[in-house]
């Protein structure tokens, strides 16, 4: 059964199911995010140990088709590198997993911070969505709607 699950687990398939699962956290972050479901799901350990999960098994993956995962590191230094690092499908899946694991904690932590400055939920919709989208943008504009629930400017937290 195992062999058979693993047989499975192809790049493509965690992809998809990667942004499937990623779905139901988001709608829950927009539209519920003061519910039972919202602490349940949201601020538990489910979401990072799945894609934790997925990320070692890239990984794993990756060192038995004998990758050198130290090729990594080459990214820093060209974007010539960085596209022929992203031409690897497994080290592509790995910064797509990256991706959305970093955008849906910002967006987790938005949500609560918007909770904690009673910031409407229709007014952090925006920049929720801007966020899944076009991440740093819709971080700036969620900073820009705080500094005028709090009425104050603050650089830090």
Do not use: C
């Amino acid at each position: 059964m195992l062999i058979q699950f693993q047989n499975y687990l192809t790049f493509e398939n965690i992809f998809l199911w990667s942004n499937i699962i990623i779905l139901p956290f988001w709608i829950v972050i927009t539209i519920f995010p003061h519910s039972r479901i919202y602490k349940i799901f949201v601020n538990s350990l489910i979401f990072p140990l799945i894609f934790a999960s997925a990320y070692a098994f890239i990984i794993y993956q990756i060192v038995l088709m004998e990758e050198s995962i130290l090729d990594i590191f080459k990214l820093y230094l060209s974007i010539d590198n960085l596209y022929t690092i992203f031409a690897t499908e497994s080290f592509l899946l790995l910064f797509w997993l990256h991706f959305l694991t970093l955008n849906f904690f910002l967006g987790s932590w938005i949500s609560r911070d918007a909770v904690k400055y009673s910031i409407k939920k229709g007014v952090v919709f925006i920049p929720l969505v801007l966020i899944f989208f076009l991440g740093p943008i819709g971080l700036v504009l969620y900073w820009l709607i705080r500094i005028f629930y709090s009425k104050r400017l603050s650089f830090h937290d």
